[in-house]
């Protein structure tokens, strides 16, 4: 009787998980490429393996999603000069030669008067430094203040011309990559000046927690990898001063580092993790497996997906994420095949609403 019990369990579980029907077209995906041979997917288990398990959530985030094209006023189908930041309630992008490109993040429409307070200089790389919009113009540093001009910003930013990964009061945070042979995330401390740093391959995106700095990195070589590591104080991590950056080798810097600090948190293989952001209480990843990519929670081995995304193979070699103070998230998206380093795609999560932007057209 007990066995017989046990059974019924097992089989009601089966028959009634809560998929929702936002999951039926990514799990026939993965049902096209994985049940061969003896392989099959009995959910809500979608891969179990050494390494690290697929797993469906009983439902799903419900994020609402929509798909639009920004054109490139300049109309020779470049992309942007640096990756577009998020000021004042909107998209700010630069383009050759030099001049801002804005769109109002309420309705996507362009805000040609922002564009014109914003370009009476020419500018080479743009970020956003303490909520204040920065531009890069002849070698020298410029703030866009409180009276709508450009005055010249004193500060020293150690970014040359990489985008921010992320800032604090304490750090102002960035990385390389070079691929296989390695990525460094550099933390810059803005008290004392100094940078620390150490590997990540390649580092996309940093959550703080009360534990310390959660650094996530991926890598598409080979058939891929990901993993997540724990920096509870950055200037236990190596001191760049005591190297020399400029030292031609095949191997990133980041390798130099020898404190063993870090602490991992996790490490996969066979799996690309794109991104890392808060929501409602919850650390949420955008995760690539199996030609398709979606949102996924992470306990200890297991990657439960909690939302489809686009049901899509949405692909990226060296994204960022942002998550801005007003809850906004944004993830910028380069491919190599389109426009390498340059940003070919952002996406912008507001309140539940994903909104996917190519440029020029939709790829």
Same mark, same amino acid.
């Given at each position: 009787?007990?066995?017989?019990?046990?059974?019924?369990?097992?089989?009601?579980?089966?028959?009634?998980?809560?998929?929702?029907?936002?999951?039926?077209?990514?799990?026939?995906?993965?049902?096209?490429?994985?049940?061969?041979?003896?392989?099959?997917?009995?959910?809500?288990?979608?891969?179990?393996?050494?390494?690290?398990?697929?797993?469906?959530?009983?439902?799903?985030?419900?994020?609402?999603?929509?798909?639009?094209?920004?054109?490139?006023?300049?109309?020779?189908?470049?992309?942007?000069?640096?990756?577009?930041?998020?000021?004042?309630?909107?998209?700010?992008?630069?383009?050759?030669?030099?001049?801002?490109?804005?769109?109002?993040?309420?309705?996507?429409?362009?805000?040609?008067?922002?564009?014109?307070?914003?370009?009476?200089?020419?500018?080479?790389?743009?970020?956003?430094?303490?909520?204040?919009?920065?531009?890069?113009?002849?070698?020298?540093?410029?703030?866009?203040?409180?009276?709508?001009?450009?005055?010249?910003?004193?500060?020293?930013?150690?970014?040359?011309?990489?985008?921010?990964?992320?800032?604090?009061?304490?750090?102002?945070?960035?990385?390389?990559?070079?691929?296989?042979?390695?990525? *460094?995330?550099?933390?810059?401390?803005?008290?004392?000046?100094?940078?620390?740093? *150490?590997?990540?391959?390649?580092?996309?995106?940093?959550?703080? *927690?009360?534990?310390?700095?959660?650094?996530?990195?991926?890598?598409?070589?080979?058939?891929?990898?990901?993993?997540?590591?724990?920096?509870?104080?950055?200037?236990?991590?190596?001191?760049?001063?005591?190297?020399?950056? &400029?030292?031609?080798?095949?191997?990133?810097?980041?390798?130099?580092?020898?404190?063993?600090?870090?602490?991992?948190?996790?490490?996969?293989?066979?799996?690309?993790?794109?991104?890392?952001?808060?929501?409602?209480?919850?650390?949420?990843?955008?995760?690539?497996?199996?030609?398709?990519?979606?949102?996924?929670?992470?306990?200890?081995?297991?990657?439960?997906?909690?939302?489809?995304?686009?049901?899509?193979?949405?692909?990226?070699?060296?994204?960022?994420?942002?998550?801005?103070?007003?809850?906004?998230?944004?993830?910028?998206?380069?491919?190599?095949?389109?426009?390498?380093?340059?940003?070919?795609?952002?996406?912008?999560? &507001?309140?539940?609403?994903?909104?996917?932007?190519?440029?020029?057209? &939709?790829?």
């Amino acid at each position: 009787m007990k066995h017989i019990l046990i059974g019924l369990l097992s089989f009601s579980f089966l028959n009634c998980f809560c998929q929702t029907n936002d999951f039926d077209t990514l799990v026939t995906k993965f049902r096209e490429r994985l049940e061969y041979d003896d392989y099959k997917v009995n959910l809500p288990v979608i891969h179990k393996g050494e390494d690290f398990n697929i797993i469906l959530s009983e439902s799903s985030l419900e994020f609402k999603e929509k798909e639009i094209v920004f054109e490139n006023p300049n109309q020779n189908n470049s992309f942007p000069l640096s990756f577009s930041v998020i000021f004042k309630e909107n998209i700010v992008s630069l383009f050759e030669p030099g001049t801002f490109v804005c769109h109002k993040l309420s309705d996507f429409s362009r805000n040609e008067e922002l564009e014109k307070e914003l370009n009476t200089k020419r500018f080479d790389y743009h970020w956003l430094i303490n909520n204040n919009l920065c531009g890069l113009s002849n070698g020298k540093y410029w703030l866009f203040d409180s009276t709508s001009n450009w005055t010249k910003f004193e500060q020293k930013l150690p970014f040359e011309k990489k985008p921010k990964l992320f800032e604090n009061k304490e750090y102002l945070a960035y990385c390389d990559c070079h691929g296989e042979w390695g990525g *460094t995330v550099y933390f810059y401390n803005r008290a004392n000046e100094n940078t620390y740093f *150490t590997e990540a391959t390649c580092a996309n995106s940093i959550i703080e *927690t009360d534990k310390g700095y959660k650094v996530l990195s991926h890598l598409g070589h080979g058939m891929g990898s990901a993993d997540l590591k724990l920096i509870a104080d950055p200037s236990k991590l190596s001191n760049l001063k005591d190297f020399d950056s &400029k030292t031609k080798n095949i191997n990133a810097l980041g390798y130099s580092d020898k404190s063993g600090h870090p602490k991992t948190v996790f490490d996969f293989y066979w799996v690309q993790i794109f991104s890392s952001f808060n929501w409602n209480g919850q650390t949420i990843y955008m995760v690539n497996w199996q030609d398709r990519t979606f949102l996924s929670e992470i306990r200890k081995k297991d990657i439960i997906i909690v939302d489809p995304l686009f049901n899509s193979d949405l692909y990226t070699h060296d994204p960022i994420t942002t998550q801005y103070e007003n809850g906004v998230i944004l993830m910028n998206l380069d491919f190599y095949g389109l426009g390498r380093e340059r940003e070919v795609s952002m996406i912008i999560i &507001k309140d539940k609403e994903i909104t996917k932007i190519d440029w020029n057209n &939709k790829h």
